[in-house]
């Protein structure tokens, strides 16, 4: 069995809790790395006020007068991705990085009656360090992502033959399991809208008519296929760091920043 860590919408919550009460305000997160630098996510506040992904900086603005211009920042990121990592690891040390924001944890070894208490407590604690986050456990690693990723909390789709898994998987699009582009249009031809009703098609038939490509993408949502875990190293060397866009010249300003690392 495996756990899944999604960290959803990283890059601004791994801005916004750098600086507390931010997230209550009308925020927009700017990609400055592209040619022209665009709003790539914003603050709830901003998008009831018209503010999307795709504006210019400038069109934000006009949208919303009061609106705080924050930017990507690896720095940030890779302090929020420090805390998930810290996070999943006191479940279990098979932690595999798999992607900016998201954990996959190898469940051999840990206590199976308290599992989803305990990845409730790891979502709550990660919300309190300003990471909004979500959990899905699985038989395999891909099931445990395509779970996490519809789950609004903690969600347990149990083994390859469990009922739960099967209701589980009809009502999942197929879209959610991120198929080409090929296949997309050869869904489409055959009726096929959840995920469910394609795993029910025999591995052979499918084989025949999508090749190895279909193979590949028909064990990965029927669960039939458990890849190996990259495990990540514990690092020897901790470290958080914050650039300030003022001075600090009093005690108390240094210290509420200091706590907060500690």
């Not at 930017?71 to 932690?95: G, N, Q």
């Not at 090749?211 to 039939?224: C, I, K, P, Q, T």
Request: hydrophobic share 45%.
């Amino acid at each position: 069995m495996y756990a899944v860590i999604d960290s959803f919408r990283f890059a601004l919550h791994a801005v916004l809790r750098m600086e507390a009460g931010l997230g209550a305000r009308p925020v927009i997160l700017v990609d400055e790395s592209l040619t022209k630098p665009l709003v790539v996510d914003c603050t709830q506040a901003a998008a009831r006020a018209g503010v999307m992904s795709g504006l210019s900086v400038t069109q934000a603005i006009a949208r919303c007068e009061d609106v705080a211009v924050r930017y990507c920042s690896a720095k940030a990121e890779a302090m929020a991705a420090r805390v998930l990592f810290d996070c999943a690891y006191s479940l279990s040390p098979r932690i595999e990085e798999t992607d900016l924001g998201l954990c996959t944890i190898g469940l051999a070894g840990v206590n199976r009656e308290r599992l989803e208490f305990r990845c409730q407590e790891m979502v709550s604690e990660l919300r309190r360090h300003g990471l909004q986050a979500r959990m899905g456990i699985g038989a395999t690693p891909d099931l445990a992502l395509l779970t996490a990723r519809e789950s609004k909390g903690v969600l347990t789709v149990g083994g390859e033959t469990s009922p739960l898994l099967e209701s589980f998987l009809d009502g999942l699009p197929i879209e959610a399991a991120e198929p080409s582009d090929g296949m997309k249009s050869v869904f489409k031809q055959w009726g096929i809208r959840s995920v469910g009703a394609f795993a029910r098609l025999s591995r052979e038939s499918v084989g025949r008519r999508l090749g190895m490509e279909g193979l590949a993408f028909w064990d990965r949502v029927s669960g039939r296929e458990e890849r190996p875990l990259r495990i990540s190293e514990l690092p020897l060397v901790f470290e958080e760091s914050l650039d300030f866009e003022y001075e600090i010249d009093t005690l108390e300003p240094l210290l509420f920043v200091i706590r907060r690392f500690l």
